[in-house]
Structure formats: structure tokens, C-alpha cells
């Protein structure tokens, strides 16, 4: 049954070829199902939801990732590239005294990545309302 030599022998058949009928029949049902499931999402899509809902929701999201890359993006940028140079020039500065103080900029580091998150999270929870 399973003879690449044949002239008939099709890709279809190669992948069923060392299955029983059972495998088979079981194949084509998945196969029949993910279309169906593929179908009935798309039918969702075009009757349960009118384009004024799909504007709305994508222009929301366009205004979320604009805030973001407009206002806190380059804020965050700065604020991280002001704190990086004035730790260096006070480095260069008084250099035993930056000795000291550098293990503290962890202390400093930390509470910015949680503002930000809860920022974050909050900023999600004004969207949501």
C-alpha cells in the first residue's frame, strides 16, 4: 500500500501511509475540526462585532502606544542618562566618596523599576474604566 515507486503515490498519501484506518479516519476529523473552528472564529468576527466596536478598540491601543512612546519613553531616557552622567561626574569628582556610594545606587534603581510598574498598572486600570 505504502510504495514510493508507484506512479500513484501522492504527497496525501505518504502522510497516511503507515497509519491504520483508524489513524486516519482520526486525522481527517482534527482536520475537519480546525477548519470548522477556523470558520466559526471568522463568522464571529463579521456578526457579533460592528466596525464602530473594531474602530474603537484599535484606536485605543493607537493611543496608548503613542502616550507611550511620546511622553514616557523619552522622559524615562532622559531621567535614566541624567542620573547615569551625574553619578559619573561625581565618580570623577570625589572618587573615594562614589567608592562608597555606589553599592546605594541599587537602593536607588529599585524603587524607580516598581514606580514604573505600578505606574504602569495603574495607567492599564484608567484605560480599562
Known amino acids: 500500500m505504502c510504495s514510493p515507486s ?13 497509519g491504520d484506518m ?4 482520526l486525522m481527517t476529523l482534527a482536520f ?6 477556523g470558520l466559526s472564529t471568522l ?3 463579521m456578526f457579533t462585532r460592528t466596525s464602530t466596536d473594531v474602530n474603537t478598540s484599535i484606536t485605543s491601543d493607537i493611543l496608548i502606544i503613542q502616550d507611550c512612546f ?6 524615562y531616557i532622559m531621567n535614566g542618562a541624567t542620573f547615569i552622567a551625574c553619578y559619573a561626574v561625581g565618580f570623577f569628582i570625589m572618587w573615594w566618596l562614589a567608592q562608597v556610594a555606589s553599592p546605594t545606587m541599587v537602593l536607588l534603581v529599585n524603587p524607580d523599576i516598581m514606580y514604573d510598574r505600578i505606574l504602569m498598572e495603574l495607567t492599564q486600570m484608567m484605560w480599562r474604566m
Open 6 to 18: 508507484s506512479t500513484s503515490f501522492s504527497s496525501r498519501q505518504s502522510i497516511v501511509c503507515h
Open 43 to 45: 463568522a464571529f468576527y
Open 22 to 25: 483508524v489513524d486516519t479516519l
Open 70 to 75: 511620546n511622553e514616557k519613553v523619552p522622559n
Open 32 to 37: 475537519v475540526g480546525a477548519v470548522g473552528d
